[in-house]
């Protein structure tokens, strides 16, 4: 059942905006950070990673951004044309800024952290001018990545980006992936949040994102509480994640539809949100059944979580659908559904 209306005729799939950073993943990992000598590395952000996702599924993607004008630049706008991710409204910083780095720390399989260097990162200087209305017009959907709303001048980009969709009629997807550096009170946080979410037809979260988001208007609220509320402001399904617990997506017809964790063994604790948006958002785009879209979504995920890296690691449609076969086989044909 298609939820939400998409323009067939318009040649890109998506347009994503928002960070795009460097992750350096260690190789001697099960230990601390501080112990860690040796790191793969690779391109990484969350809207950036779901970029890659939906293309290696099958669909073409755009993004807007800004990368460093040096070799990691070099590396993200490289990396991004061998996916096949059009770079067109990607543009190199002027003023120094620099990638965004993420280390991360793989003490065991359900244990890990991140640690980002942020300070004048390049994905935060996108401006206003980077954003266009052809570029919008020329894409069924655009994602918007909450962390592009954590400063200036990137929050207005993204805020033009929103406010040109609903011009053009382009549906909006709200990941709200929060991160806390770059934020300065929970207020400022619910602030631009609720601003985007407010015109999405798509929103992808976490409880606690949830919360964060509604801290000004309805705190304290449920996860079907919150559907509603979203549902009211004219969203067309909200997706509310519970991490091993699973997840849940509310359709604005009233259905419910949960997924759990596809059985893996796991090597990390990250990245598997970002394997699930790409591969849900994928359901969505081809019209399929929120329970079908949210069973790609999980089994992405629970594929990212057993593998080293990110956007590298991302399942292709032939890979996915073989893995979800498989678990069916061995464990029966309702293993992840609810």
Same mark, same amino acid.
């Given at each position: 059942?298609?939820?939400?209306?998409?323009?067939?005729?318009?040649p890109?799939?998506?347009?994503?905006?928002?960070?795009v950073?460097?992750?350096?993943?260690?190789?001697?990992?099960? %230990?601390?950070?501080?112990?860690?000598t040796t790191? %793969?590395? $690779?391109?990484?952000g969350?809207?950036?990673?779901?970029?890659?996702?939906?293309?290696?599924?099958?669909?073409?993607?755009g993004?807007?951004?800004r990368?460093?004008? @040096?070799?990691?630049?070099d590396?993200?706008v490289?990396?991004f044309?061998?996916?096949?991710?059009?770079?067109?409204?990607?543009?190199?910083?002027?003023?120094?800024?620099?990638?965004?780095?993420?280390?991360t720390?793989?003490?065991?399989?359900?244990?890990?952290?991140?640690?980002?260097? #942020?300070?004048?990162?390049?994905?935060?200087?996108?401006?206003v001018? @980077?954003?266009?209305?052809?570029?919008? %017009?020329?894409?069924?959907?655009?994602l918007?990545?909450?962390?592009?709303? +954590?400063?200036?001048?990137? #929050?207005?980009?993204?805020?033009?980006?929103?406010?040109?969709?609903?011009?053009? *009629?382009t549906?909006?997807?709200?990941?709200?992936d929060y991160?806390? $550096?770059?934020?300065?009170?929970?207020?400022?946080?619910?602030? $631009?949040?609720?601003?985007?979410?407010?015109?999405?037809?798509?929103?992808?979260?976490?409880r606690?994102?949830?919360?964060?988001?509604?801290?000004?208007?309805?705190?304290g609220?449920?996860? +079907?509480?919150?559907?509603? $509320?979203?549902?009211?402001?004219?969203?067309?399904?909200?997706?509310?994640?519970?991490?091993?617990?699973?997840?849940t997506?509310?359709?604005? @017809?009233g259905g419910?539809?949960?997924?759990?964790?596809?059985?893996?063994?796991?090597?990390?604790?990250?990245?598997?949100?970002?394997?699930? *948006?790409?591969?849900?958002?994928?359901?969505?785009?081809?019209?399929?059944?929120?329970?079908d879209c949210?069973?790609?979504?999980? +089994?992405? +995920?629970?594929?990212?979580?057993?593998?080293?890296?990110?956007?590298?690691?991302?399942?292709?449609?032939?890979?996915l %659908?073989?893995?979800?076969?498989?678990?069916?086989?061995?464990?029966?044909?309702?293993?992840?559904?609810?």
């Amino acid at each position: 059942m298609k939820y939400v209306e998409f323009d067939s005729t318009r040649p890109i799939d998506m347009v994503l905006l928002g960070r795009v950073a460097v992750d350096f993943n260690p190789t001697d990992y099960y %230990k601390p950070l501080a112990e860690s000598t040796t790191f %793969k590395k $690779y391109v990484g952000g969350s809207p950036a990673n779901i970029a890659v996702g939906l293309s290696r599924l099958g669909k073409k993607c755009g993004f807007f951004g800004r990368v460093s004008d @040096d070799q990691f630049g070099d590396f993200a706008v490289n990396f991004f044309k061998g996916e096949g991710v059009d770079v067109s409204r990607i543009r190199r910083c002027e003023h120094g800024e620099k990638m965004g780095l993420t280390f991360t720390e793989i003490l065991s399989p359900k244990d890990s952290s991140i640690l980002m260097y #942020r300070n004048k990162a390049a994905d935060l200087a996108l401006t206003v001018n @980077d954003v266009d209305e052809e570029y919008i %017009k020329s894409a069924k959907a655009i994602l918007i990545s909450g962390t592009a709303l +954590a400063e200036s001048p990137s #929050r207005e980009a993204a805020l033009k980006a929103v406010m040109l969709a609903k011009r053009t *009629g382009t549906p909006i997807v709200f990941d709200i992936d929060y991160r806390a $550096y770059n934020w300065q009170t929970p207020d400022e946080v619910s602030i $631009y949040y609720w601003t985007v979410a407010r015109e999405a037809a798509v929103i992808l979260g976490s409880r606690e994102e949830y919360d964060l988001t509604e801290t000004l208007t309805a705190p304290g609220m449920d996860d +079907a509480q919150s559907a509603a $509320y979203w549902h009211g402001m004219g969203a067309k399904i909200v997706v509310i994640k519970h991490g091993k617990e699973g997840s849940t997506a509310y359709a604005n @017809d009233g259905g419910t539809y949960s997924i759990k964790p596809f059985p893996i063994e796991k090597l990390k604790s990250f990245g598997g949100g970002d394997g699930y *948006g790409s591969a849900f958002l994928y359901g969505v785009l081809e019209g399929l059944e929120l329970i079908d879209c949210l069973e790609l979504g999980s +089994a992405s +995920a629970s594929l990212l979580v057993a593998s080293h890296a990110c956007a590298p690691d991302m399942p292709t449609l032939e890979k996915l %659908k073989g893995y979800i076969a498989d678990c069916k086989r061995r464990y029966g044909e309702m293993i992840a559904r609810v």
